[in-house]
Nanobody
Framework: QVQLVESGGGSVQAGGSLRLSCTAS???????VAWFRQAPGKEREGVAV????????YYADSVKGRFAISRDNAENTLFLQMNSLRPEDTAMYYC??????????????????WGQGTQVTVSS
């Protein structure tokens, strides 16, 4: 099974930027790929998705216009560029790939392969 490894998390002040990376041990872009996040005491939520063979993206309303999901097919790497960060963006961020081409990557209950997570902390 493909393994996913995230990097790029850290601490930043409000208004700052971070770029998360997720490197896969194999090819994953024949299926949906996504970023989720989970804040303490809250449920895991979807942040951004690339699907439909890379032709379409989806963003949660809370990050639209601030975050951008992208991928490097040659490097089997998924990115999340996060700009204008807010304290409410503080969470553990996870990358995920569909376990099959039929996965949708819209819900944490979907059939997904998960990375171990990377912490993002935004201070005011």
């Amino acid at each position: 099974q493909v393994q996913l490894v995230e990097s790029g998390g850290g601490s930043v002040q409000a208004g700052g930027s971070l770029r998360l990376s997720c490197t896969a041990s194999g090819y994953i872009f024949n299926r949906c790929v996504a970023w989720f996040r989970q804040a303490p005491g809250k449920e895991r939520e979807g942040v951004a998705v690339i699907y439909d063979g890379g032709r379409s993206t989806y963003y949660a309303d809370s990050v639209k216009g601030r975050f951008a999901i992208s991928r490097d097919n040659a490097e089997n790497t998924l990115f999340l560029q996060m700009n204008s960060l807010r304290p409410e963006d503080t969470a553990m961020y996870y990358c995920a790939a569909g376990a099959s081409v039929f996965s949708r990557c819209r819900s944490p209950d979907d059939s997904l392969i998960w990375g171990q997570g990377t912490q993002v902390t935004v201070s005011s």
